[in-house]
């Protein structure tokens, strides 16, 4: 199958540029919401800690509409660069001019969105910003990334297999999660009767003339290591009956 560059299958926006002193951080009417690099984790978008500019800075398309992906560009942080997410509705809410959007026009999105977070494109990315500053992103080194482009059909039967399988991670993930708790809460269970004496019952009561404190008195009375200070504990030799 022939190699398709994303140039081809796509248009690319850049985000809101705007200046320190017109961000707010409180929504405010004639205010538009901005996500930034730290807003994208684990190929979601996380709408803490937003920031509102005003919002003739705003274009239309700069705002996030289902199946947009947007990629962080450039970050303080080299672990932020070439990150992405996919928004799963329509949003009144724009992306920082340290990110920027894929639109896709020729291709499934959620397709392209895959491939961007696969492990072969972060290495892609790596090596072309290999001698350069790693923590800004050419949109060359995207939309010049080759990309094998089967049917419509295939793309989506793709994806629903991608999803299935990470569906079926995450729920082995929450029976390791279950699975710990209640290993731990067996574990309290298990120390616990331990220091009430349950595992020690039937010796107890075999050895019934036994005084724990009394064997440990009679134990520190007549061996001097309880009473020497010179550190060399070791060289006394223990009289235990």
């Known amino acids: ?69 947007v990629i962080t560009m450039s970050s303080g942080s080299k672990a932020h660069v070439g990150k992405v997410a996919i928004a799963k509705y329509d949003t009144k809410v724009a992306f920082g001019a340290f990110c920027a959007k894929i639109v896709s026009e020729r291709i499934v999105p959620k397709y392209l969105y895959y491939i961007l977070r696969a492990s072969s494109f972060r290495q892609h990315i790596e090596i072309a910003c290999k001698g350069t500053n790693i923590n800004n992103l050419k949109q060359e080194y995207i939309l010049d990334y080759e990309i094998y482009l089967p049917s419509v059909e295939e793309q989506e039967d793709i994806v629903a297999g991608i999803e299935e399988m990470l569906s079926q991670l995450d729920d082995s993930v929450e029976t390791l999660k279950k699975t710990k708790e209640q290993l731990k809460v067996y574990r309290q269970a298990v120390l616990k009767d331990a220091f009430e004496g349950k595992f020690t019952g039937k010796w107890r009561k075999e050895n019934v003339q ?28 223990l009289n235990i009956p």
């Open 210 to 237: 036994v005084n724990p404190q009394v064997d440990y008195e009679r134990i520190r009375i007549d061996n001097s290591v309880f009473n020497d200070i010179s550190g060399d504990e070791n060289e006394i030799k």
């Open 1 to 69: 199958m022939k190699k398709t560059r994303i140039r081809e299958l796509v248009s690319f926006v850049r985000g809101v540029s705007y200046k320190k002193e017109q961000v707010i951080k409180e929504n405010r009417d004639g205010y538009t919401a901005v996500l930034r690099a730290n807003n994208i984790s684990d190929g979601q978008f996380n709408y803490k800690e937003l920031v509102y500019v005003p919002s003739e800075l705003v274009a239309d398309c700069q705002l996030i509409s289902k199946g947009d992906i």
